[in-house]
């Protein structure tokens, strides 16, 4: 990418720390680009939001937009994937995959704004984040130009981001020192580096934010009941509400009983194996007590249709194709699933540990006259005679065969 004229607008997605808060004088000098800022809310803390409008502008922003994504995140990206129950790699719940796209999309729609022809971010060139917004903005705006000061510049280690930012006098919280990298939203929050660049070694205590140590966790169970319509939930303890209130309560529950918890070595998009650290307390509950809704409302096919394609659908999330035609297909698939995963669900909250316990639903598929071990007025025993002999044939013929060649 080359950027030449000058006066020419730029929307660089913002977090204000070490790296983005660098790349502003970066595009200002290399490029000569005015700067505009984005930078959305979507449950990260108010420590990490306070003062960020302030700092862009001393760092030598045009502008700085703030904007609250929270309701957005939860109704248009995670509620997706909780239908799809889409866990990458069977234990990464994609919190951070699934608040790229809704960042993205609203960095866009701020460049329209402004009237930028550049969008920047400060993904570096190992992780899968730079593919997960570039792939946005591609679909999204395709006219768009995009700078990734992390495959030009100069600058490769965290050493060499501290002295320019002091040769220039820009305030960093970050420090040569700092231990862990971290990303935080309402779904989640995860953790890498530090001592967790080797899976040979424990995750220290010190890493857990969210969580209490499950030995440390109340010694009493916690019993919940979550309600959903349509594959989403809706009420707490028959209590409705708004998504963000309703995970914010989860978390707050599920992280004093040490739920959520997992540490994984995931195979990254580009190529390399990563350690990563997760918490993600609220999403787990809630992952739980849809799993067993589920088997409760949807038949038997549908629900292994849905168990083999949910591993795609992480996939396309994990890898940024969010606003793939693909997804976009599959989220219709989903939708028409779950139409009837309407109910409540039971869970117990006890060290570490989320089960469900029981499940109602008004389109519940369960008969207790068609399971019953006793009398039941819709099947006959006998029935199962033909039944059982015709799905065996298959292989009682190809048993006798092989007999008879000695095989």
């Known amino acids: 990418?080359?950027?030449?004229?000058?006066?020419?607008?730029?929307?660089?997605?913002?977090?204000?720390g070490l790296d983005t808060s660098i790349i502003i004088p970066y595009l200002r000098e290399r490029y000569g680009l005015e700067v505009h800022c984005y930078a959305g809310d979507v449950g990260q803390g108010?420590?990490?939001?306070?003062?960020?409008?302030?700092?862009?502008?001393?760092?030598?922003?045009?502008?700085?937009?703030?904007?609250?994504?929270?309701?957005?995140?939860?109704?248009?990206?995670?509620?997706?994937?909780?239908?799809?129950?889409?866990?990458?790699?069977?234990r990464y719940l994609l919190g951070t995959s699934m608040a790229r796209p809704v960042l993205a999309k609203g960095q866009v729609e701020y460049?329209?704004?402004?009237?930028?022809?550049?969008?920047?971010?400060?993904?570096?060139?190992?992780?899968?984040?730079?593919?997960?917004?570039?792939?946005?903005?591609?679909?999204?705006?395709?006219?768009?130009?995009?700078?990734?000061p992390w495959r030009d510049w100069d600058i490769r280690s965290r050493e060499d981001a501290l002295d320019y930012a002091a040769a220039r006098g820009i305030e960093v919280t970050a420090s040569r020192t700092k231990i862990y990298s971290r990303d935080r939203n309402l779904w989640h929050i995860s953790h890498e580096g530090g001592a967790l660049e080797d899976p040979g070694n424990a995750p220290p205590e010190?890493?857990?934010?969210?969580?209490?140590?499950?030995?440390?966790?109340?010694?009493?169970?916690?019993?919940?009941?979550?309600?959903?319509?349509?594959?989403?939930?809706?009420?707490?303890?028959?209590?409705?509400?708004?998504?963000?209130?309703?995970?914010?309560?989860?978390?707050e529950l599920g992280g004093t009983h040490g739920i959520g918890r997992v540490d994984i070595t995931e195979n990254r998009l580009v190529g390399m194996k990563s350690r990563g650290v997760y918490e993600t307390p609220g999403g787990t509950i809630v992952l739980e007590a849809l799993r067993t809704l589920r088997s409760l409302t949807i038949e038997r096919d549908t629900l292994r249709a849905a168990e083999k394609l949910a591993i795609d659908y992480a996939d396309l999330v994990y890898t940024g194709r969010w606003f793939h035609p693909l997804r976009e297909?599959?989220?219709?698939?989903?939708?028409?699933?779950?139409?009837?995963?309407?109910?409540?669900?039971?869970?117990?909250?006890?060290?570490?540990?989320?089960?469900?316990?029981?499940?109602?639903?008004?389109?519940?598929?369960?008969?207790?006259?068609?399971a019953t071990f006793g009398a039941s007025v819709g099947v006959d025993h006998a029935d199962s005679r033909g039944f059982v002999k015709l799905y065996?044939?298959?292989?009682?013929?190809?048993?006798?065969?092989?007999?008879?060649?000695?095989?």
């Open 1 to 16: 990418m080359t950027a030449q004229a000058n006066n020419q607008r730029v929307v660089l997605a913002y977090s204000g």
């Open 111 to 148: 460049a329209k704004e402004v009237g930028a022809r550049f969008v920047a971010h400060g993904c570096t060139g190992k992780g899968n984040d730079q593919v997960r917004f570039e792939l946005a903005y591609m679909c999204l705006d395709p006219d768009l130009e995009i700078i990734a």
């Open 206 to 251: 010190d890493v857990w934010m969210l969580t209490t140590a499950p030995e440390r966790a109340p010694n009493e169970p916690y019993i919940l009941t979550l309600g959903f319509e349509r594959g989403v939930p809706v009420s707490l303890d028959g209590k409705e509400l708004e998504p963000v209130a309703l995970i914010e309560s989860l978390n």
């Open 329 to 370: 297909a599959l989220d219709a698939f989903f939708s028409r699933v779950t139409a009837h995963v309407t109910g409540e669900v039971e869970v117990r909250l006890l060290k570490g540990q989320a089960t469900a316990i029981a499940a109602c639903s008004p389109f519940s598929l369960y008969s207790e006259d068609l």
């Open 46 to 90: 108010a420590g990490e939001l306070a003062g960020l409008e302030d700092k862009a502008r001393r760092t030598g922003a045009a502008s700085c937009r703030i904007a609250d994504l929270r309701d957005e995140f939860l109704r248009g990206y995670v509620w997706p994937c909780l239908r799809a129950m889409a866990v990458y790699e069977g």
């Open 392 to 407: 065996g044939l298959p292989g009682m013929v190809a048993a006798r065969v092989q007999r008879e060649f000695g095989s």
